[in-house]
């Protein structure tokens, strides 16, 4: 049953993470920080002085439409932490690094699906989308050929629309003024421009070939508690 008591303040947390086999460390090492996750982030919404009454995790695993059929999108549900710690990392423990051509990964999609999520959107809400890939993305509609390619997938113009809230029959629940989108890929990728284009859009240049197991999970606590933080200029 829904629960229909309304939190003051929910924080919506939405990881898209690559699952392609390059992909092996960084997925390790959000198994491994799985357990932690909702002390060391409300540890440090403590710190920069911002309390949470709820926060809630989805996780978004893309690979390739074209290599990896039925495996190439897996999306689990919103799980409240800590309350649902065990199943978030069951859920977790069960996604495995493989699969993957040997160039871009429908990344775009997973954005898709990420901002379809049903976010909570008050004014005291912060919705924030963390991406994470060492491969550039494809562009949308290059697998539509495929048959577990999602009918009705967007264009870019079209995934553009729902960021900004132009479209608010995709994308109703992005609050426009709370939301936040967190990347984490390499440099001379279509991650790179969209966040050039794209409002409340944070990009951090990561290496190919592995190169996120350089970052620390911390690095991305923080960059979520800054951003969840962050005053909102109405």
């Known amino acids: 049953m829904e629960n229909l008591e309304r939190k003051n303040r929910c924080i919506d947390i939405v990881f898209c993470i690559d699952g392609t086999g390059s992909m092996s460390d960084c997925i390790e090492n959000v198994k491994n920080h799985a357990r932690n996750f909702y002390s060391m ?8 002085g911002s309390d949470i009454d709820e926060t809630r995790v ?17 999306i689990s549900p919103f799980y409240t932490l800590d309350q649902d710690a065990a199943d978030y990392e069951n859920f977790l ?24 999520s049903k976010l909570e959107s008050g004014d005291d809400d912060r919705q924030v989308i963390v991406l994470f890939t060492d491969a550039d993305a494809l562009e949308l509609g290059a697998r539509a ?23 608010q029959e995709r994308a109703g629940y992005l609050n426009q003024l709370t939301k936040r989108l ?12 969209l966040a050039k284009n794209w409002n409340l859009t944070w990009y951090k240049a990561v290496a190919g070939d592995n190169g996120l197991s350089e970052i620390s999970f ?10 969840a933080s962050a005053k909102v200029r109405k």
Do not use: H
Not at 146 to 164: E, F, H, N, Q, S
Not at 220 to 226: A, M, W, Y
């Open 145 to 167: 050929d495929r048959d577990v390619y999602p009918k009705d997938m967007v264009d870019a113009t079209g995934l553009a629309k729902m960021w900004i809230g132009k479209d």
């Open 58 to 74: 989805k996780v978004i695993v893309f690979r390739d439409y074209g290599y990896d059929g039925e495996n190439s999108m897996q």
């Open 93 to 116: 423990s069960n996604v495995r690094a493989q699969g993957g051509g040997d160039g871009p990964e429908n990344g775009l999609e997973a954005l898709y699906y990420a901002m379809q």
């Open 41 to 48: 982030l409300v540890e440090k919404m403590t710190r920069l």
């Open 218 to 227: 911390e690095d991305i606590i923080d960059l979520i508690g800054k951003s």
């Open 182 to 193: 967190v990347i984490f890929a390499p440099a001379g990728t279509k991650y790179e421009e």
